[in-house]
């Protein structure tokens, strides 16, 4: 039987992403991590994104973990390709790394992902806006890889610094909503009146906040479930590869980083789950 999954991500986000995956995946046992030590990533420079993530996945490979998550768009946009390409063969063959990137962009263009051959969608042409970290937008990897397969979407890049920040240290919901406020309104000047079609909320924390983007955007605006689509997507991935599934139990256990003590607050991320933070 295979160990459990790893999910990991700079903080509590990947929580979003680890209960969709539950909620797919029902018999598997998961692992969680998340770095609240160093979060937020997302103002932090690549090099130190690349070493922070690598990090997180072998501190769950030491625990015997086969087969990671990288709940963050931030990890996933800087850091993966190094991860799979480079530092995985060398140091961890036979053992993977996901990320949360490649299900948006094949959701987004209806194309099953493949880097050297990527396709050219069918899709009808949309306006599509990404709300991410700093650091997810200067990357400018969704507005890339989506319009390499779809040349006639329009990707609008809206970076929310503070957001995570905010959502990680429970701030309120007046906060929140007047940071999402402005963030949104940032957004309409971008588009200048173009109509916007779809919205990626592209950081892990951000469905956390999801009801106050819907407040801000205009009525009819698509906003993508990462958390969902990245778990249907895992659930495709264990039926391509059934050697990396546990389906016995579904247990779920956390790690921190940081201080469990403060990790207190967290029942929103994850409904009607006892959060059990230990330390690493
Ligand atoms: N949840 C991470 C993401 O998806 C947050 C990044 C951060 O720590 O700033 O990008």
Redesign the pocket.
Known sequence: MAPAIGIC???S??LTVLGACGRALPGQAFVYLGDHAK?????RPEAEILELSIHLVEQLFEKGIRLVLL??????AIALRRIQEQWLPKNYPGRRVLG?LVPIVEALTGLDWDRDNPGLSTYPNKNVAVF??Q??VDSGAYAHQVRLRAPGFQVVQQPCPGL?SAIEEDRGEAILSDLVQEFCQKLKKQMAGKKLDAVLL?????PLVEKFFSEALPSGVEILSQPEIVAKSLKNYLQRHPEFADDSNGTLEFFTTGDPARLAHLEQFMPGQALDFKPL
């Open positions: 991500d700079s903080g986000g990947g979060a937020p990533y997302g103002g709940a963050c768009n931030t990890s996933s949360v991410a970290t650091r997810t995570v592209g950081c892990t924390h951000y």
